[in-house]
């Protein structure tokens, strides 16, 4: 195998959870582009059958389209039993899907409502738990699995305007090194990306509504952060290229968190 083989996904089924938006579409279509079968699972049905349509006639015969709720587990084994059903195997799981973009950024740390406590855990955290645990038996199948959750440098930085947000990416960490130990023997690997502040069109979006002035972080590398920018490090840890690594958090931030 060449090196620029082991980047290769060339029939490999990935699921995307949050997928049809977001920096969850620019993930979905990148591993499209690197020749993988992809998924789009969102709780956003109308982003699942506009952004599924514009990339199957992309890539003929290789994305479907599920609206997934993380925090059912009856959507998430519907999800799983279509993926079955059409590919009959599970390569990737990006555990991307979270609450983030609806969440207020308060002036104190101690007024969050207890629902919206409840719903970010439920979401963020048990959402990855559950959706992997649906996805370990077909993920199974086959002699190769990559986990890959979604983190944020909050996790290591903290954020009392965002706390709870913080506390459930930080929980994300946590579970990666665990799911990884109790992986590892089945040859799945568990890894994740902790991206900085990301100009995504959802948080862009987001800021304008509110009239927020995004306030760049301090940064080794003085620009924005984009989407593109953690392509390379989805792809990587998807890849046969990542085969050794496993319970790792990869920060990509333009070096505001040294770690």
Not at 94 to 106: D, E, I, K, Q
Not at 127 to 132: F, N, P
Not at 141 to 170: D, M, Q
Not at 191 to 211: F, K, M, Q
Request: proline share 4%; net charge negative.
């Amino acid at each position: 195998m060449g090196a620029l083989d082991l980047f290769k996904l060339d029939g490999k089924v990935a699921i995307v959870t949050g997928g049809a938006k977001g920096i969850g579409l620019f993930y979905s279509e990148a591993l499209a582009e690197a020749g993988a079968r992809v998924v789009l699972a969102d709780i956003d049905a109308e982003a699942v059958r506009q952004e599924s349509a514009r990339l199957s006639e992309e890539h003929p015969g290789r994305i479907i389209g599920v609206e997934l709720d993380v925090s059912n587990k009856r959507s998430i084994e519907a999800m799983v039993a279509q993926v079955d059903e059409r590919w009959g195997r599970l390569d990737i799981l990006v555990n991307n899907a979270a609450v983030f973009t609806v969440l207020p950024t308060r002036q104190s740390a101690w007024e969050v409502p207890d629902d919206e406590w409840d719903r970010v855990m439920a979401v963020n955290v048990r959402g990855v738990y559950a959706c992997t645990e649906g996805c370990i038996e077909l993920m199974k199948r086959e002699p190769y699995g990559r986990v890959i959750n979604i983190a944020s440098g909050l996790a290591f930085k903290g954020s009392p305007g965002l706390i709870h947000y913080a506390a459930s990416k930080g929980a994300v960490v946590n579970l990666t090194r665990s799911m990884a130990t109790d992986l590892g023997p089945a040859g799945i690997t568990v890894n994740a990306i902790a991206p900085g502040a990301t100009d995504s069109p959802t948080v862009l979006a987001a800021r304008a509504e509110r009239g927020v002035t995004a306030r760049r972080s301090q940064r080794i590398l003085d620009r924005d952060e984009l989407p593109e920018d953690l392509l390379g490090t989805l792809i990587y840890l998807s890849s046969p290229a990542s085969e050794f690594v496993t319970g790792q958090t990869l920060v990509v931030d333009g070096g505001s968190y040294l770690h």
